[in-house]
Nanobody, 116 residues
Framework: QVQLAETGGGLVQAGESLRLSCAAS????????MGWGRQAPGKERELVAT???????DYTDSVKGRFTISREDAKNTVYLQMNSLKPDDTAVYYC??????????WGQGTQVTVSS
């Protein structure tokens, strides 16, 4: 079982930055990939950034050039640096982890609100 704890959400103005962190804990697992998803009111959850243990990174088009995902494998921690935030980025952001046995886990979420 994997537990994910996100920190770093908040309220910012358009153009400002935020950094999200997520630490994975538990036992008996090996994480293959970690990432971040988000869900805005009335919309489905979308995966915005992922990073594998091999260092492969993928972003959804709307955040490319503005968001940067990174991880510290020794700490089972993943970060999302979000720059040039826009009101459309307002959502609950969820940490995601996929294990080598293909189990998929989500955190509780942290609110990010960007005012115009």
């Amino acid at each position: 079982q994997v537990q994910l704890a996100e920190t770093g959400g908040g309220l910012v103005q358009a153009g400002e930055s935020l950094r999200l962190s997520c630490a994975a804990s538990g036992s008996g697992f090996s994480i293959n990939a970690m990432g971040w998803g988000r869900q805005a009111p009335g919309k489905e959850r979308e995966l915005v950034a992922t990073i594998t243990t091999g260092g492969n990174i993928d972003y959804t088009d709307s955040v490319k050039g503005r968001f940067t995902i990174s991880r510290e494998d020794a700490k089972n921690t993943v970060y999302l640096q979000m720059n040039s935030l826009k009101p459309d980025d307002t959502a609950v952001y969820y940490c995601n982890a996929r294990t080598t046995t293909y189990a998929n886990y989500w955190g509780q979420g942290t609110q990010v609100t960007v005012s115009s």
